[in-house]
C-alpha cells in the first residue's frame, strides 16, 4: 500500500512537472493561430476561435524569417558537424591511446566545463573583432566547435566497447586510424547521434552570442529576428508567436526523430566511470 500510494506520488509530481513545461509550447502553438484581440485576451484563452494561416504569411511579409532559420540551419549544422569530429578524436585519444600525462590533462579538459560560458564571451568577442569575424559565419560558428562535453559523453561511451575487439583488430595489424573509423565510429552512433541532437539544439537556441557578433539582417539567426517582430508602437502577440512556432518546428522535429538515442546515450555515458 506505501509502494502504490509513493508510486501514485511520484507520478503526480511528473504529470504536474510536464504540464508546466509543455504549457508555453502549447499556448505558443495555438496562439499563433488567434487573432490580436485573442492573443491579448486576459485570462489567456486556451484555444483559438479559428485558424488564421493569415498570421504567419504576415510574419514572412514583415521578417526575412526564411533567411534566419537559414542562418541558424548553417550556424548550427556546422558546429554540430564539427563537434562530433572534433569531440570523437579527442575521445579516442583519451581512451585508448597512452602518451604521458593523459589523466592530468584530462582533468584539465574537464575543468574547462567548470568555467560559465559568460566568462569567456568577452575574449572571445575581442578575438572574432580583431580577426574581422564580425558579421561572418566564421565568426558565429568557430568559437563553438570543440566541446569538453561531447569529449566526456564520447569517452565515457568508447570506454565500454569490448576490448577484445580492439586486441583482435591489432593482431590482424590495425592502426589507430583504422580502428577508430572501422571500429568505434559503427559502434558509436547511438552516442554520436545523441551529441549531434544536443548540439544542434543547444546552438540553433543560441541567442547572445549571435546577437553580439551580428549587427546586419544578413547575418542574423532566427532567434534574434524573432526580437524584430515586436515594434515599439506596439506587440502583436499572435504573430511574434506565429514566428517563435515557425523558429521551433526544426528542432521540434529532430528532437522527435532524436529523443530515443538522446536518452540512450546520455544513459549509457553516466552509467559507467
Known sequence: ????????????????????????????????????????????????????????LQVLHLVPIGRFILNSFIVSAVIMLGQLV???????AFSFISFKGKNALFAMFLSTMMIPWEVTVIPNYLTVKSWGWLDTYEGLIVPFLA??????????????????LFEAARIDGCGHLRCFTRIVLPLSRPALATLGVYSFLTHWNMYLWPLLVTNGEKMRTVQIGISMLQ???????????????????????????????????????????
Open 231 to 273: 515594434f515599439e508602437e506596439m506587440t502583436s502577440w499572435n504573430l511574434v508567436l506565429a514566428g517563435i512556432t515557425l523558429a521551433m518546428l526544426p528542432s521540434l522535429l529532430l528532437l522527435a526523430a532524436g529523443i530515443k538515442q538522446l536518452v540512450r546515450g546520455i544513459t549509457a555515458g553516466a552509467v559507467k566511470g
Open 1 to 56: 500500500m506505501r509502494h502504490r500510494l509513493q508510486s501514485v506520488l511520484v507520478y503526480a509530481v511528473l504529470a504536474v512537472s510536464a504540464v508546466l513545461v509543455l504549457y508555453p509550447v502549447y499556448y505558443a502553438i495555438t496562439a499563433s493561430f488567434m487573432t490580436q484581440a485573442e492573443a491579448s485576451a486576459y485570462p489567456p484563452k486556451m484555444f483559438p476561435g479559428g485558424l488564421h494561416f493569415d498570421n504567419f
Open 147 to 164: 566541446t569538453a562535453f561531447g569529449t566526456f559523453l564520447l569517452r565515457q561511451f568508447f570506454l565500454q566497447l569490448p576490448a577484445g
Open 86 to 92: 572534433t569531440a570523437s578524436l579527442a575521445a579516442y
